[in-house]
């Protein structure tokens, strides 16, 4: 039980992560120093880019246990 809510918790605060990334890189196209823009746009990037690879890995570790645990609950079949 605790590995769900950890993971679950893991993975909206990534998925926050990934919605400011992309909030930034909004706000990015109303600069008008270009150096700014640049360094804004870069950042943003780099945020949107772990926050969505961490938030993919916790939903594949949510999506492994959810299914390991359906597969040795299930009764094994007969063989014909």
Known sequence: MFHYVKNSALLLISLFFLL???????????LSDPFAFIMTFFASNLI???????????????????????ECC???EEET
Do not use: N
């Not at 400011?20 to 109303?30: D, E, I, N, P, Q």
């Not at 969505?52 to 299914?67: D, E, K, Q, S, T």
């Open 20 to 30: 400011f990334g992309v909030h930034v890189l909004l706000s990015a196209y109303h």
């Open 48 to 70: 949107i880019l772990i926050s969505a690879a961490l938030a993919v890995g916790f939903a594949i570790r949510l999506w492994r246990r959810r299914h390991e645990k359906t």
């Open 74 to 76: 299930r009764p094994p």
